[in-house]
């Protein structure tokens, strides 16, 4: 879909709008809000994804590091998961795959 990494994070159910298939991108760079296309197979996983945790609005929502909820259970956090553990599963993965290059990226300066 082309989100920034945090855009993605800070998804919530309501944002996803499957009817119309689009996603409400809210506060993205220079703060403006977006309608995106969501295809039907990206909606497909973000449902599949959700099943795992029935946060009821976050849909990355971020868990006590090593806690995985067992299942049935509803995700209680209170903030989206961080960009360091994004960029950290992205890291193993690839570290596992034969791409040819390393897979980097962008450290933001705050």
């Given at each position: 879909?082309?989100?920034r990494l945090n855009e993605a994070l800070s998804l919530q159910?309501?944002?996803i709008d499957a009817a119309r298939g689009f996603a409400?991108?809210?506060r993205g760079k220079g703060a403006k809000d977006r309608l995106l296309p969501l295809p039907p197979s990206?909606?497909?996983l973000l449902r599949s994804y959700w099943c795992t945790h029935r946060h009821p609005s976050l849909l990355f929502p971020g868990n006590r590091r090593g806690h995985s909820l067992a299942?049935?259970?509803i995700s209680t956090a209170k903030n989206p998961m961080?960009?360091?553990t994004v960029q950290e599963a992205i890291?193993?993965?690839t570290g596992t795959m034969n791409l040819g290059k390393k897979v980097t990226?962008?450290?933001r300066n705050h």
């Open positions: 879909m082309g989100l159910v309501g944002d409400h991108i809210h990206t909606l497909k299942k049935h259970e961080s960009e360091t890291s193993k993965i990226h962008r450290k």
